[in-house]
């Protein structure tokens, strides 16, 4: 019983420390996030909430935080047809 129990902590812990953890990057990927689109240099404005949602934000652990704007999203699409 009372390994059972030490076991349960244990996963406990791990799953506390990887959401710290996923936490910690988004609180890093969006300081580090770039004012401008990856592609074409548009500004992008963190505060505008609709920008927010129209932009394309990659998130990767070992490169740097990349965006694009709506713009470039739609021509990502086009040239993939
Ligand atoms: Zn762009």
């Not at 990927?29 to 949602?53: E, G």
């Not at 394309?56 to 740097?64: I, K, L, N, R």
């Amino acid at each position: 019983m009372g390994l059972a129990r030490t076991i349960r902590r244990q996963k406990q812990k791990a799953a506390k420390r990887q959401a710290k953890k996923e936490m910690t990057a988004v609180v890093h990927a969006l300081a580090s996030m770039p004012d401008t689109c990856s592609v074409c240099a548009a500004p992008f404005d963190k505060k505008d909430p609709v920008a927010m949602q129209d932009w394309q934000v990659e998130v990767s652990e070992t490169e740097d935080t990349k965006i694009m704007c709506l713009d470039c999203q739609v021509m990502e699409v086009e040239n993939e047809i």
